[in-house]
């Protein structure tokens, strides 16, 4: 078989590639040890022991095995050694609690005896004083503060009826009263309108006759009488209608040329 002669013999293997066509991992053949030793160990896992085995004529002999340990425990007399508590033990526990609460809490305070809020002396002062103000306002004895008039309550009755029922017949009096009053003028307006016309016509006349008699003195008074005189009687007499009133002619009313038979005369014609 040498150089390779066993091809010539072998017809089917010269057929075949001659290169490898097989291919393992890095470093496969290193590890390969420790992979069979884990593969062994994981089938003899696998192996089916077979289960649970007994005794041979184990369930003939059970029912004797029994009765012979009933019989044993008895005969051993063995004491029931369960929990047991103090006598009375019950009847003392709510004190016995109680006092192991003090205790700790005692013990568990960093500081003993009372205290005080902060600031509590700096606002002790102020606090009994209020405390004395709210004591004394307690212990006063309620005061009446409003007060009513004397006899305010005999004449409250005859005070509501005159404002209430009384009020329409005091109304219909007065008016009654004021009706019954009639003022009565003396003088008409116009009576006093025409007089006081009248009275500046004379005077402008009078002053007209007086300053073409006389030469006219040398004063600015006279320009006032020049300018009247230019007016005429009948303006003079349209502008006292219109703009001049009673109140501004009471003082016409002592012209000497107004007799008391014409006036009341007047006053029986017109009233």
Request: overall charge negative; charged content about 20%; glycine content about 6%.
């Amino acid at each position: 078989m040498e150089n390779k002669d066993w091809l010539n013999e072998f017809p089917e293997l010269k057929k075949v590639n001659a290169n490898n066509p097989f291919t393992v991992p890095d470093g496969y053949f290193h590890n390969l040890s420790e992979r069979i030793l884990s593969l062994n160990k994981l089938n003899a896992l696998t192996v089916n022991n077979g289960g649970f085995n007994v005794p041979e004529n184990y369930f003939d002999e059970l029912s004797g095995n029994i009765m012979s340990r009933i019989n044993i425990g008895e005969a051993i007399n063995v004491e029931n050694t369960g929990f047991t508590v103090p006598e009375g033990y019950f009847n003392e526990l709510t004190g016995n609690v109680q006092s192991r609460i003090t205790i700790e809490e005692a013990v568990q305070q960093e500081t003993a005896g009372f205290e005080v809020p902060q600031g509590y002396f700096e606002d002790l002062q102020q606090q009994i004083t209020a405390r004395i103000a709210v004591e004394k306002a307690l212990n006063v004895e309620p005061q009446e503060t409003f007060a009513v008039p004397a006899g305010y309550f005999d004449k409250l009755n005859a005070a509501i009826l005159d404002k209430t029922v009384n009020a329409d017949k005091n109304a219909a009096a007065v008016e009654k009263v004021k009706r019954q009053t009639i003022v009565r003028r003396l003088f008409n307006s116009r009576i006093y309108k025409y007089a006081v016309a009248a009275c500046i016509t004379v005077v402008i006349g009078v002053s007209f006759l007086i300053g073409s008699n006389n030469n006219p003195p040398q004063h600015t008074a006279t320009y006032l009488h020049t300018q009247l005189s230019d007016i005429p009687v009948s303006e003079i007499k349209n502008y006292v209608e219109q703009n001049l009133d009673a109140g501004e002619t009471q003082v016409m009313l002592t012209d000497p040329n107004v007799s008391d038979e014409e006036i009341l005369d007047y006053i029986d014609t017109e009233l």
